[in-house]
Nanobody, 126 residues
Framework: QVQPVESGGGSVQAGGSLRLSCVVSGFTFDSGCIGWFRQAPGKEREGVARISHGGDNTDYADSVKGRFTVSQDNAKDTTYLEMNSLRPDDTGVYYC???????????????????RGQGTQVTVSS
């Protein structure tokens, strides 16, 4: 089983930046994608960003467009989420996971991804 490992979370003030990392060993990227999701207290998990094989296609939630950038380093089995201009409503636990097929198209649906990691906490204070 592929086990994603997230890291890089922390506490920052509004306007600050963080870079999250997601290491996924053993995942064959040829037809899949990596998605980033987050879950705020009392809210459902939501899609944040997604990157396809080769990095040719990226998708972002409207709330993070222009502020977050997803990228990957295949040689390191690592996907990154660069987060700038952070806001308090970006607070939550961030998860990454692998997806295949229809999971890599259209809306980012958490149930379509392997989100078995522990997540990494991001806290943005005003």
């Amino acid at each position: 089983q592929v086990q994603p490992v997230e890291s890089g979370g922390g506490s920052v003030q509004a306007g600050g930046s963080l870079r999250l990392s997601c290491v996924v060993s053993g995942f064959t990227f040829d037809s899949g994608c990596i998605g980033w999701f987050r879950q705020a207290p009392g809210k459902e998990r939501e899609g944040v960003a997604r990157i396809s094989h080769g990095g040719d296609n990226t998708d972002y939630a409207d709330s993070v467009k222009g502020r977050f950038t997803v990228s990957q380093d295949n040689a390191k089995d690592t996907t990154y989420l660069e987060m700038n201009s952070l806001r308090p409503d970006d607070t939550g636990v961030y998860y990454c996971g692998t997806g295949r097929g229809w999971a890599c198209l259209g809306s980012m649906v958490p149930l379509a991804f392997n989100l078995r990691g522990q997540g990494t906490q991001v806290t943005v204070s005003s």
